[in-house]
């Protein structure tokens, strides 16, 4: 799965939009996800699950699950900020 470089830090992409971008179903995307083998490399945290009914945040990848998945992008939010 690809997506558009322009997904920077920080910056989320609906996983409607996500899945048309790689050229995948949408429900895809939540198995992608979910089998991510390295959620900090392969940035699927900063995925926007909101409206999708086959995602449930504890399935994302690491020992706490959505926690992880806040923790991520907290982090992210964090280098980002310019002092």
Known sequence: MALHAD????RQVHWKDAA???GIAPESIVS??????IPILI????IDFTDCPDY????????EG????LFLRDLEAL???TP
């Open 7 to 10: 997904h920077s830090r920080s």
């Open 20 to 22: 048309a971008q790689a």
């Open 32 to 37: 992608a996800c979910v089998e991510n083998p």
């Open 43 to 46: 940035p699927c945290h900063r």
């Open 56 to 63: 449930d945040p504890d399935t994302y990848p690491g020992d």
């Open 66 to 69: 959505a926690r992880d998945r």
């Open 79 to 81: 280098s980002t900020t």
